[in-house]
């Protein structure tokens, strides 16, 4: 999380704060536009813009509908009522929703945001956020609450369904009056701010009104600012949007998405590699095996299926059921070399459908156990020679299928 830095506009100067990534205040200070661009001439965080309350209208509009252009065409007119002027004069930008569900319009002239906006094309940094003062006052937790905050000879009020104003603070009492419904009203300032409203407060405390001090010793611009959330009404939308490049988490998740699909189109082009190889080996040893048949078949022309022609000569049927020539030896002579026995001879008489392996061991159990393992793996296996020959052992296995 980068740096945050809020500014506002204090009569012939900007007033600034600075604040760590860590929400604590690091710096402030109040410069001419030319001394606050060059000071900040490479900053890289979050810029802020605090626009001043008393410009601005905080207000609340009942709109049903949830469709957003609705309720942008139908605002200008809920809201018609509250204002002073047309709303063809007027600039609207829409917040969120409060407890009850209306929704938080922000209200200024037209002209006066067209001069913001030309006063921000003069600082030399990308100020994608502009809220009110008022908006950032906390909105207290209870409706009939009230929370006021002190900034110098001014008052930024807030009530509990959002809506708010910033007034001279001469004029709070007149502002809030007596209210019997109203659970109370805190106000937060620093000690000098308190001295400049003590007669408006006693007034209120006159009658009868609940009221908490809250007193800091920080300014009414840091309590401002150290209470932005980011869910308050930004004005910089509609044609006043500013796109910016987001930089963090976006750019890492952008960042993995390319190399997701990097990494599929690597793995397509070896798949499809793959398949070129397999075809062009499959090429071969069908070529291969054309060529074997053609040596040992020279008689047969015209083969076309080398394959069929391969099981007709072994006596391989298509509808055999697994007892033939070739499936019998694959199943005969899978576990010879695991078993310590040489293959060197195979014999096969079709109409019994005995298949002879004659092999060669170091020992007569070798041929005595792989017997056994034919006979637990379905097959009617047995011993029919054994024969000693020097250091080895000469052996025949009768082999059949097994029952069905």
Known sequence: MAETLFFRKAESSLQWLLFDQFGNKKEEGRDSLQDFNEQFDEFAGRV??????????????????????????????????????????CFFALGERNYQGEILVSVCDLDAMEARIEFLSRVDLVVDTMVSETSLVPVPESAQAVAVVLDGSRVHVRQGNGCGLTLPSAQLPLVLGAGSERSGITVTGNEEAFETIALQLGELEAAEEKIERQVIEESGFYLLCCQYTGSETNLLQGPYKVETKRSGGLVVWRSVAVLGGVALLLHLLLLAGQGVFLSRKASEYQSAASSLYESVFPNDRNVRDVRRRWDSHLGRSSDDSGGDFISLLAQATQGIPGAGLTLQNVNFNESRGDLILQVLGDRSEALVQYTQKLTSAGLEAEIGTISQEGDSVRGSIKVRGGAS
């Open 48 to 89: 802020i813009f605090v626009t001043a309350g008393e410009d601005v209208l905080l207000t609340l509009a009942n709109v049903p509908s949830r469709q957003y252009r609705q309720i942008v065409q139908a605002v200008p007119y809920v809201v018609e009522e509250q204002l002073a002027t047309d709303v063809e004069d």
